[in-house]
């Protein structure tokens, strides 16, 4: 091996001893990542992602709540990068889980949502996100990125004399803005409600988070439901209102008028009608024809 060799081997090598290699990996992490409350605070704990120079395109959370020492409150969906929610936040035991997508996919550091909760009892614990949490790469496959979690700890204290803080109810009260506008679609398939006619919608709400839909066929009363929702009046007739509500109370409405098929059910009714008018017709006039012929006889 000549010096120039040895040299460029030399240099290679003292290259990846000292210089380190990035590995990326996504991220799910809480934040803050420590805070001190009192007994029945409500505070909030933000879940969040950065990707690393990945591009995601969906997110499974699984996060262990200590519920000895916490009251699980709700979960705020308000910002969030997901935009299409396949299973919706819920708790169940100690656990807080969610999966959701981001169509499009996303690189960068955003939030997944807040996690509202109240201290019960005086105590040290920590919020961890569990086995089963992912995140998939936005590639064909779906292929599973390589991840890190970090998690959050806390400090309840005795209950002070003064008045619970209560962060949640302030971030309710700032919000006076209502949920983004959208549109109703109706759609039939084979493989929805067995072929049956039904609507879908979907809006977002960028401050608390949206709470609910509640949906009205023509007359019928309001009712609370989801997307797909299966419409009870199957002949299209009725229009269609969807009212989607956030956590702080503020509604957005939509509204469609379904484009009615005219069938024969429809037009026989009319077409009975359309006959018994006209014998009537017809008999007022042969009566009156009638009645004119016997003047014109007995004159």
């Given at each position: 091996?000549?010096?120039?060799?040895?040299?460029?081997?030399?240099?290679?090598?003292?290259?990846?001893?000292?210089?380190?290699?990035?590995?990326?990996?996504?991220?799910?992490?809480?934040?803050?990542?420590?805070?001190?409350?009192?007994?029945?605070d409500t505070f909030l704990v933000e879940v969040?992602?950065?990707?690393?120079?990945?591009?995601?395109n969906a997110i499974e959370g699984n996060i262990?709540?200590?519920?000895?020492?916490?009251?699980?409150?709700?979960?705020?969906?308000?910002?969030?990068?997901?935009?299409?929610?396949?299973?919706?936040?819920?708790?169940?035991?100690?656990?807080?889980?969610?999966?959701?997508?981001?169509?499009?996919?996303?690189?960068?550091?955003?939030?997944?949502?807040?996690?509202?909760?109240?201290?019960?009892?005086?105590?040290?614990?920590?919020?961890?996100?569990?086995?089963?949490?992912?995140?998939?790469?936005?590639?064909?496959?779906?292929?599973?990125?390589?991840?890190?979690?970090?998690?959050?700890?806390?400090?309840?204290?005795?209950?002070?004399?003064?008045?619970?803080?209560?962060?949640?109810?302030?971030?309710?009260?700032k919000d006076k803005i209502p949920p983004e506008?959208?549109?109703?679609?109706?759609?039939?398939?084979?493989?929805?409600?067995?072929?049956?006619?039904?609507?879908?919608?979907?809006?977002?709400?960028?401050?608390?988070?949206?709470?609910?839909?509640?949906?009205?066929?023509?007359?019928?009363?309001?009712?609370?439901?989801?997307?797909?929702?299966?419409?009870?009046?199957?002949?299209?007739?009725?229009?269609?209102?969807?009212?989607?509500?956030?956590?702080?109370?503020?509604?957005?409405?939509?509204?469609?008028?379904?484009?009615?098929?005219?069938?024969?059910?429809?037009?026989?009714?009319?077409?009975?009608?359309?006959?018994?008018?006209?014998?009537?017709?017809?008999?007022?006039?042969?009566?009156?024809?009638?009645?004119?012929?016997?003047?014109?006889?007995?004159?």
């Amino acid at each position: 091996m000549n010096f120039y060799k040895f040299l460029q081997v030399s240099l290679g090598i003292l290259f990846c001893v000292f210089v380190p290699v990035r590995a990326e990996a996504s991220v799910l992490y809480l934040m803050p990542q420590s805070q001190t409350i009192y007994q029945g605070d409500t505070f909030l704990v933000e879940v969040r992602i950065d990707t690393e120079g990945e591009e995601i395109n969906a997110i499974e959370g699984n996060i262990n709540l200590p519920l000895d020492l916490l009251e699980f409150i709700d979960f705020s969906k308000g910002e969030s990068i997901l935009s299409l929610w396949v299973k919706e936040p819920g708790i169940s035991d100690n656990l807080l889980s969610f999966i959701g997508g981001i169509p499009g996919g996303f690189k960068g550091e955003e939030k997944i949502g807040r996690i509202i909760l109240k201290g019960k009892m005086e105590g040290k614990g920590e919020i961890n996100f569990k086995e089963g949490s992912k995140v998939l790469l936005n590639d064909p496959l779906g292929t599973p990125a390589k991840l890190s979690t970090f998690g959050a700890n806390f400090t309840i204290l005795a209950e002070k004399l003064e008045a619970p803080r209560d962060q949640w109810l302030q971030e309710l009260e700032k919000d006076k803005i209502p949920p983004e506008p959208f549109e109703i679609k109706i759609g039939k398939s084979p493989e929805v409600f067995e072929g049956k006619y039904f609507i879908a919608f979907s809006t977002i709400d960028k401050q608390t988070g949206i709470d609910h839909y509640e949906i009205k066929e023509g007359k019928r009363d309001w009712k609370r439901g989801e997307s797909p929702y299966l419409l009870v009046d199957q002949s299209l007739r009725n229009k269609i209102l969807v009212k989607a509500l956030d956590k702080a109370g503020n509604e957005r409405m939509a509204e469609i008028i379904p484009p009615y098929k005219v069938t024969w059910k429809d037009i026989i009714p009319w077409i009975i009608l359309a006959v018994i008018i006209g014998l009537v017709i017809w008999r007022l006039i042969i009566k009156k024809q009638q009645a004119r012929r016997s003047v014109l006889r007995n004159f």
